[in-house]
């Protein structure tokens, strides 16, 4: 069975909007956990757009599955990180002026800066994933710094323009994860994974794990968060 990590960041943003109290990404965690997530993830981004520090300190505190924490390899970011220990540190590249994480991190062009965060971050016993794009030089440098996991960045393949075009797409992501397990790496996918495009991926054993955020917030609004979680799962794993 495949695992899913729920992304709370948008509860955040929705506070944010009008910087109060609620809602508190904090609760939906808790909910997410209820309808059956493995993992609650969060983006502690630079600007704090949307999580706040004190989120981070609650869920760690909170959190009954695993808390993974998506950030920048900064020294910030790494010194938070291994202050408040997630159990597990996404890397990620960030760019201000993005709405989203907009492609993976170029970790062939940075492999000094990268394995130095690595090092820092597994010596302080948190687990280490490594946001790619779905390509060969990107996987091996990721396995040559010591990552423990690559999450695949799906975030093409989800705006594919055509049925062809996915479908070419999803195979290039399956090679691309036949190729990551060969290499010992775990394998997740995420970014921009929805209740429709995800039905390719029920039951393929090349992905251990997937990341999603938005579009089970977004059902949320609708039908509430057990329930979002709870219809995910079930186009995942059938
Ligand atoms: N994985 C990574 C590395 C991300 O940056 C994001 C967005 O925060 C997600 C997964 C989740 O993407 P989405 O919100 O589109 O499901």
Same mark, same amino acid.
């Given at each position: 069975?495949?695992?899913? %990590? =729920?992304?709370?960041?948008?509860?955040?943003?929705?506070?944010?909007?009008? $910087?109060?109290? +609620?809602?508190?990404?904090?609760?939906?965690?808790?909910?997410?956990?209820?309808?059956? *997530?493995?993992?609650? !993830?969060?983006?502690?981004?630079?600007?704090?757009?949307?999580?706040?520090?004190?989120?981070?300190?609650?869920?760690?505190?909170?959190?009954?599955?695993? $808390?993974?924490?998506?950030?920048?390899?900064?020294?910030?970011?790494?010194?938070?990180?291994?202050?408040?220990?997630?159990?597990?540190?996404?890397?990620?590249?960030?760019?201000?002026?993005? $709405?989203?994480?907009?492609?993976? $991190?170029?970790?062939?062009?940075?492999?000094?800066?990268?394995? %130095?965060?690595?090092?820092?971050?597994?010596?302080?016993?948190?687990?280490? &994933?490594?946001?790619?794009?779905?390509?060969?030089?990107?996987?091996?440098?990721?396995?040559?710094?010591?990552?423990?996991?690559?999450?695949?960045?799906?975030?093409?393949?989800? +705006?594919?323009?055509?049925?062809?075009?996915?479908?070419?797409?999803?195979? %290039?992501?399956?090679?691309?994860?036949?190729?990551?397990?060969?290499?010992?790496?775990? =394998?997740?996918?995420?970014?921009?994974?929805?209740?429709?495009?995800?039905?390719?991926?029920?039951?393929?054993? @090349?992905?251990?794990?997937? &990341?999603?955020?938005? &579009?089970? !917030? &977004?059902?949320?609004?609708?039908?509430?968060? @057990?329930?979002?979680?709870? @219809?995910?799962? *079930?186009?995942?794993?059938?």
């Amino acid at each position: 069975m495949a695992k899913l %990590e =729920v992304n709370v960041d948008h509860v955040a943003t929705l506070r944010q909007a009008r $910087l109060i109290d +609620e809602p508190d990404p904090v609760t939906a965690a808790v909910l997410a956990e209820l309808g059956g *997530a493995d993992g609650i !993830i969060v983006h502690l981004r630079e600007d704090r757009r949307h999580i706040q520090d004190r989120d981070l300190t609650l869920l760690r505190q909170t959190v009954k599955t695993r $808390l993974n924490l998506e950030m920048a390899a900064t020294p910030e970011m790494i010194g938070i990180a291994c202050q408040t220990k997630p159990d597990m540190v996404t890397l990620v590249p960030e760019k201000r002026a993005e $709405l989203t994480t907009e492609g993976g $991190l170029d970790v062939a062009n940075h492999q000094a800066h990268l394995q %130095e965060a690595v090092r820092t971050l597994k010596a302080a016993g948190i687990l280490v &994933s490594l946001f790619v794009d779905p390509q060969p030089q990107q996987i091996q440098a990721a396995a040559a710094i010591g990552a423990d996991y690559v999450e695949l960045h799906t975030g093409t393949y989800a +705006e594919a323009a055509s049925e062809v075009e996915a479908e070419k797409l999803f195979e %290039e992501l399956l090679a691309a994860a036949a190729h990551a397990r060969q290499l010992g790496l775990v =394998v997740k996918a995420g970014h921009g994974l929805n209740y429709r495009n995800i039905k390719r991926f029920r039951g393929r054993k @090349e992905f251990a794990e997937y &990341s999603i955020g938005h &579009s089970i !917030i &977004s059902r949320a609004v609708y039908v509430g968060l @057990e329930r979002a979680v709870r @219809e995910m799962i *079930a186009l995942i794993n059938g």
